[in-house]
């Protein structure tokens, strides 16, 4: 089972901050966040990883509260080339192996 | 980019014959995954290798069986394909396992089972 909930889908127009946000309510102590992006016909590509706070890169930014139950993934000014599927996970604790589960992922539109 | 290969990258083929898909990696990475994604499910995980003839099953596994024989090439087959085996294929490789792992995927196969 996934353990996170993210927006099915999102619209943004170019130039304009979008801001993702995850819910992971049973994150475990030490779970790490990480975002993975993908574009059509590709393979996920990793974005930005973190476990508490903010984290930013050349990329995104990250923030995360202290609670550490949800994240958000910020894009700032994006361009029609961010159109894809962004993915949060957490570690799947649950599972036997510490294999991490990608759910739908989040489908974000920019338009011009 | 990771340097990770898959071969082939497009295949068509009948129900009850045999598949293997290819992966290859450049990196020495010891960790090497198999995926499959299907509009609606996102990615799944069918197996993993943790080293060289150590394997371990994955969410989706039945149909599935893997082997690596080296470090640099994970083989995927499906011992008689079905169908539902229709899919797009993803090979990724990590340095590390656990919630800090950070994984890079190859291209994809796309494959079609007629």
């Known amino acids: 089972l996934a353990k996170t909930t993210q927006p099915i889908s999102m619209d943004s127009y170019e130039g304009q901050e979008v801001n993702i946000t995850c819910s992971h309510n049973?994150?475990?102590?030490?779970?790490?966040i990480t975002w993975y992006q993908q574009f059509p016909s590709q393979g996920p590509r990793f974005i930005i990883q973190?476990?508490?706070t903010k984290v930013t890169n050349e990329v995104a930014s990250l923030f995360i509260p202290a609670d550490r139950k949800s994240s958000t993934l910020s894009l700032p000014r994006v361009s029609l080339s961010d159109t894809a599927v962004y993915y949060c996970?957490?570690?799947?604790?649950?599972?036997?192996?510490?294999?991490?589960?990608f759910g739908k992922g989040t489908k974000l539109s920019v338009k011009p | 980019d990771a340097g990770i290969t898959q071969s082939p990258r497009h295949k068509v083929t009948e129900t009850g014959t045999p598949v293997t898909l290819r992966c290859h990696q450049t990196?020495?990475?010891?960790?090497m995954y198999w995926y499959r994604q299907d509009p609606g499910h996102g990615l799944r995980l069918i197996h993993y290798?943790?080293?060289?003839?150590?394997?371990d099953k994955g969410e989706v596994s039945d149909g599935y069986s893997v082997s690596r024989s080296k470090t640099e090439d994970f083989l995927l087959t499906l011992e008689s394909a079905t169908s539902s085996q229709t899919s797009v294929y993803f090979c990724?490789?990590?340095?590390?396992?656990?919630?800090?792992?950070?994984?890079?995927f190859g291209p994809g196969t796309r494959l079609l089972v007629l």
């Open positions: 990724a490789i990590s340095e590390s396992r656990g919630t800090r792992e950070t994984q890079y």
């Open positions: 049973n994150i475990a102590t030490n779970d790490y």
């Open positions: 973190g476990y508490k």
């Open positions: 996970l957490v570690g799947d604790t649950g599972g036997s192996q510490g294999n991490l589960i």
């Open positions: 990196e020495n990475h010891r960790y």
């Open positions: 290798s943790y080293g060289v003839k150590d394997t």
